[in-house]
């Protein structure tokens, strides 16, 4: 068994994977395109998948019709190949449209629900995005500290677990502020 994350282009950058993990990087990344790499890959991998963290999102920063439906499509798609399937939740800029920054914030919420662990995005201080027409590119110092996010939480919530436990600090921390309102 191996932990795989599939990742948006943001991932790209990834300087080091723990070992036993493989990362995916599918630039452009939608719900649609995980599904449909999973079907391909996996029906050639006989190995099962512990865990999966999906690391994509900002690509439906503009898809305001998105209905919690896809979310749990491809949430139930990955379950068929997962024990758990934890969801990276989308770190981004403060500088992109407020109307963006509102949608980005719903599909975390969202996501925060429906999978079997949530890895909380970084915090505004902690982003920084590379000088591209988009403004959603992560620089590589970003990427690490999203890796790093996702290799703590790992680390504090086993496989084995019943989903409780103990919360790394930053994730405590971003559930304080988020049922706080901020």
């Known amino acids: 068994m191996y ?14 994977v723990p070992a036993g993990w493989q990362l995916v990087v599918l630039p452009g990344a939608k719900c649609r395109h ?4 999973v079907e391909r890959t996996c ?14 999102g900002i690509n ?21 190949i997962a024990v758990k399937v934890r969801y990276v939740g989308i770190s981004y800029d403060r500088r992109l449209p407020g109307r963006v920054r509102d949608h980005i914030q719903d599909m975390n ?14 915090e505004y201080r902690d982003v920084r995005i ?3 027409r988009f403004g959603i590119h992560h620089d590589r110092d970003t990427v690490q500290r999203v890796m790093g996010s996702i290799i ?3 680390s504090a919530h086993p496989v084995a677990s019943s ?3 103990v919360m790394a600090e930053s994730q405590r921390r971003k559930k304080e502020d988020d049922d706080a309102g901020w």
């Open 3 to 16: 932990t795989l994350i599939i990742g948006d282009s943001n991932m790209r950058m990834a300087k080091t």
């Open 34 to 37: 995980v599904i449909e790499m």
């Open 43 to 56: 029906r050639s991998d006989q190995r099962r998948v512990e865990t999966i963290y999906l690391q994509v």
């Open 60 to 80: 439906h920063r503009d898809d305001v019709g998105l209905a919690e439906a896809e979310f749990r499509e491809t949430f139930r798609q990955l379950r068929k």
């Open 109 to 122: 919420r969202m996501w925060r629900n429906i999978s079997d662990g949530y890895v909380y995005p970084l």
């Open 130 to 132: 590379q000088d591209d």
């Open 152 to 154: 703590d939480f790992h």
């Open 163 to 165: 989903g409780g436990g």
